[in-house]
């Protein structure tokens, strides 16, 4: 009679055989996290730039020349001088040519000699509302700089100073780096393992393995180990590219960083089993692996927008995203220098997510197959 | 005719027979649109905000409290020492610190300007930037109301008496600027492509991966009949699809639509074609259904990207500019925002529209070569 850890061990040298065994999914496996690392290193960028800015100027005083030279010192807008009448502003926006137009009226510098208040008009696309409200800003900015600079400054009663932490020059690539670690390995792990065992049941050797001696436990860990060891060796390729490419440094401790992302990569494996053991085909298993992670980790994980501004019911639903707890880990040790101690509670958390889930997978599967 | 039909039936029959592949293929996309339509907000709320006050005055109270009345901020309480700011920012507890220093008030009145210290924790550049705005914004209020009271400012105001330029700005086609507007057309895109895409992409691989494709090429059904079958469940799927979420997009989160349906469909329908030839061309370079769901999910990752789904295409380097060209999502991505928000016609999309019709043939057509191929 063989022992468990044999049993175990026979189930897993079979997965990692079928792994090896085709090729092109191992390589998809590691080329995958790769080249999207690298291009979304390189894209995701919140930093407008380039907003184009259509400027209809009536007035031909030096005042007017003066307030748009306030706009062409930025790279955030660059500057057009379309020659269309007011009834044809709308068509800018519609052929995509503008996304704000600034009108500036004929007696704009009269106004100003005689020392009256003017104003400046500025139509803007707000169909991305994100973007028309930081074109809105920045105008706004402008012009108060251009009413500074008329009138000489003014004493202010005090001064502020901003001292950024962690990143000072704000570098996307900081906060997204990590990001994109916790999100190619939920997809990995979640994805590898979710049709792992439902391809048993599509093939009907499930039955199979189910009459041998191997116990069911035995079959889900045996089935878990290669992908485990799989999405680690993913974690260390995109730690390595992050830093040696990206520049993103790595003030604290690897070993913590490393025993939490194996944490983590079990939390994300038991989601995947616990689909698995619910999907009869790979198609649905494919399919709920590929919602419960993808959207899921990139909107309600704080991986791009902050938790704290979603609203309530959302932020009760990212407990269950195991990403959640992930990110503060992964930035926290990277960019902040954060030990075991500071990390404890989003540890927890990842523990109790991965049992929970595994208590429901082992659970699902006995009931389906009894 | 006959032979597509019952193919079609087939293929219909084992979408239904599988409860959850239909319950999956209809609902999920929706709750996804339901969740991220709430989720998906640019706007940051709720920055959690300390306050070092080592000057404890009215005047530094007055500071503060001007950071409590906003919903942009959270203020979590006033800290005892330095050492108490940075374990905040370092453990996640705080983004934004002020720092006000002794003998603020004091220093204030004698005209010695004091500084203020804003300190913010950089690791999301993004929310960072936003949130240093927000602060310079309620101090610059805070400083205005300081200085009322003070006589040495109130002298220099009556010297400068300049015209000063007012900004009127006004909002074309998103007037609340509600974000839902701009983010649910552009998940319907998302929706239209994952759905087709890796659908067909993974019911042909099976057909392979369980060995029944040679039972269906020995059956007097053509290779176009037998494409035929395969696709247009998923055709008429989508359609279903996109009925849905449309509906939902109205209902709960009162998506105007400024343009025409019809040129919707239109779009929708040229689309299609470039989904479903990828997905069939992706059945053709994979053999397991493991495989051509990885490469599904890439092809989709870097549509979505390079897309300007949520990343807008201006902000990206260049290089990468270029590269969006030849993303067809990127069309239909503009296509779709624009009939919805701005009641484009098909004047000012005709750009877009051959563009899709261009990648649409190429890929449907490579699609089709490739799977005959793999047939012979």
């Known amino acids: 009679m063989l022992s468990p850890f044999n049993r175990t061990w026979a189930i897993t040298r079979k997965e990692f055989w079928h792994i090896l065994h085709d090729p092109r999914s191992l390589m998809i496996v590691f080329m995958l996290p790769v080249i999207q690392l690298i291009m979304f290193g390189y894209a995701l960028n919140f930093e407008i730039q380039n907003v184009a800015l259509a400027v209809i100027n009536y ?236 959207l899921p980790t990139l909107f309600l994980s704080g991986f791009i927008f902050p938790l704290e501004s979603l609203p309530r019911i959302l932020q009760y639903i990212s407990y269950v995203v195991p990403a959640r707890y992930y990110l503060p880990v992964v930035r926290g040790v990277m960019l902040k220098g954060n030990t075991l101690g500071d990390l404890i509670i989003p540890a927890a958390f990842l523990f109790t997510l991965t049992l929970l889930l595994l208590i429901i997978a082992f659970r699902r599967f006995k009931m389906g197959l009894g | ?90 453990q996640w507890k705080a983004q934004v610190a002020i720092v006000i220093p002794p003998q603020f008030h004091q220093d204030v009145r004698r005209g010695k300007m004091p500084a203020i210290q804003l300190i913010v924790d950089g690791v999301d550049g993004n929310a960072a930037g936003i949130a240093q705005g927000y602060a310079a914004g309620i101090i610059q209020k805070v400083m205005g109301d300081v200085a009322l009271d003070l006589p040495w400012v109130l002298k220099q105001k009556r010297v400068s008496q300049t015209g000063q330029v007012v900004l009127l700005d006004r909002m074309w086609y998103n007037l609340n600027l509600d974000n839902a507007f701009f983010m649910i057309p552009g998940l319907v895109v998302v929706l239209l492509t994952i759905v087709p895409m890796m659908l067909t992409a993974m019911s042909l691989v099976r057909e392979k991966e369980l060995g029944t494709l040679e039972q269906l090429m020995v059956t007097p059904l053509g290779k176009h009949e037998l494409l035929l079958g395969k696709i247009l469940p998923f055709l008429l799927l989508t359609f279903l699809e996109m009925g849905g979420i449309l509906a939902i997009g109205q209902w709960i989160f009162h998506v105007p639509m400024h343009g025409s349906y019809t040129l919707l469909a239109l779009f929708t329908f040229i689309y299609l074609f470039t989904t479903l030839g990828l997905g069939m061309f992706i059945s053709t370079i994979t053999t397991t259904q493991q495989q051509a769901m990885f490469a599904s999910w890439f092809v989709m990752v870097f549509a979505i990207l390079m897309s300007g789904f949520f990343i807008p295409i201006e902000n990206m380097p260049p290089v990468l500019q270029q590269l969006t060209y030849l993303n067809p999502m990127r069309y239909i991505m503009s296509a779709t925002r624009d009939i919805f928000q701005k009641g484009s016609s098909l004047v000012y999309l005709s750009g877009d529209f051959l563009r899709l019709l261009i990648f649409g043939v190429i890929i449907f057509t490579a699609g089709i070569v490739k799977f005959h191929k793999r047939l012979d």
Not at chain 1, 202 to 226: A, C, D, F, H, N
């Open chain 1, 59 to 294: 007035d031909h005083s030096h005042y007017s020349t003066e307030l748009i030279d306030h706009f062409r010192g930025s790279r955030f807008f660059s500057l057009f001088f379309p020659d269309v009448l007011p009834s044809q502003i709308n068509q800018l926006f519609l052929e995509r040519k503008a996304r704000a137009v600034l009108i500036v009226p004929d007696d704009f510098g009269e106004n100003l000699r005689q020392g009256r208040s003017v104003a400046v008009q500025l139509l803007i696309d707000s169909a991305d509302p994100n973007a028309a409200q930081h074109i809105r800003n920045y105008v706004a900015t402008t012009v108060q700089l251009f009413n500074l600079n008329q009138k000489g400054a003014v004493q202010l009663p005090f001064d502020v100073r901003t001292t950024i932490w962690f990143n000072p020059e704000l570098k996307s690539a900081y906060f997204f780096v990590p990001g994109l670690l916790a999100l190619i390995l939920v997809m990995i792990s979640a994805l590898l393992t979710s049709v792992a065992i439902a391809r048993e049941k599509e093939s009907g050797t499930l039955e199979q393995l189910l009459v041998s001696p191997v116990r069911r436990y035995e079959i889900i860990l045996g089935k878990v180990i290669p992908y485990i060891a799989l999405a680690f060796l993913d974690a260390l390729l995109i730690l390595f590219i992050g830093v040696v490419l990206f520049h993103v440094p790595f003030r604290g401790d690897l070993l913590v960083l490393l025993f939490l992302t194996l944490l983590y990569i079990l939390a994300a494996l038991s989601l995947g089993i616990m689909i698995s053991t619910i999907a009869p085909t790979q198609q649905v298993a494919m399919m709920m692996a590929q919602s419960s992670t993808l």
């Open chain 2, 1 to 90: 005719m006959q032979a597509i039909l019952a193919l079609m039936r087939k293929e219909f029959l084992h979408v239904a027979r599988t409860r959850e592949m239909l319950m999956l293929l209809l609902a999920l996309p929706l709750i996804q649109l339901i969740v991220l339509g709430y989720a998906i907000t640019t706007e940051v709320k709720h920055l959690k905000l300390v306050v070092l006050d080592l000057d404890n005055s009215s005047m530094s109270r007055q500071l503060v409290q001007a950071f409590q009345h906003t919903d942009r901020f959270d203020f979590k309480g006033y800290l005892s020492d330095e050492a108490a700011v940075g374990n905040y920012l370092r």
